[in-house]
């Protein structure tokens, strides 16, 4: 699924048009996105959480010539599953015959 797939399911289960729910959908990721670049980060329960984290600074090497070389620090976001959203993929995952769920 892509972000149009998304744009045509929210347009059809709500009645709008792609233009107004591809506004929607847009809203909601910048919002998501200015809350974790603010350091507040973002919850859903049950779909996850993004947040986000520090990376140390670190050693590392050039692949092409062996050398050693800093990694800086740096932020990055990350995103982590809520407990509905594993189960729903674990039972998928899961098959036929499974009695796990």
């Given at each position: 699924?892509n972000?149009?797939?998304?744009?045509?399911?929210?347009?059809?289960?709500?009645?709008?048009?792609?233009?107004?729910a591809?506004?929607?959908?847009?809203?909601v990721?910048?919002?998501?996105?200015?809350?974790?670049?603010?350091?507040?980060?973002?919850?859903?329960?049950?779909?996850?959480?993004?947040?986000?984290?520090?990376?140390?600074?670190?050693?590392?090497?050039n692949?092409?010539?062996?050398?050693?070389i800093?990694?800086?620090?740096?932020?990055?976001?990350?995103f982590?599953?809520?407990?509905?959203?594993?189960?729903?993929?674990?039972?998928?995952?899961?098959?036929?015959?499974?009695?796990?769920?």
């Amino acid at each position: 699924m892509n972000k149009q797939d998304l744009i045509a399911i929210v347009a059809e289960e709500n009645e709008l048009s792609k233009a107004q729910a591809g506004r929607v959908i847009d809203t909601v990721f910048d919002a998501i996105v200015k809350s974790v670049a603010k350091g507040d980060g973002f919850q859903l329960i049950g779909f996850g959480s993004f947040k986000a984290v520090t990376r140390d600074a670190r050693e590392g090497r050039n692949p092409s010539t062996g050398e050693t070389i800093q990694i800086p620090a740096t932020t990055l976001p990350k995103f982590v599953p809520g407990a509905a959203f594993k189960a729903a993929v674990a039972k998928k995952k899961c098959g036929k015959g499974c009695k796990k769920h």
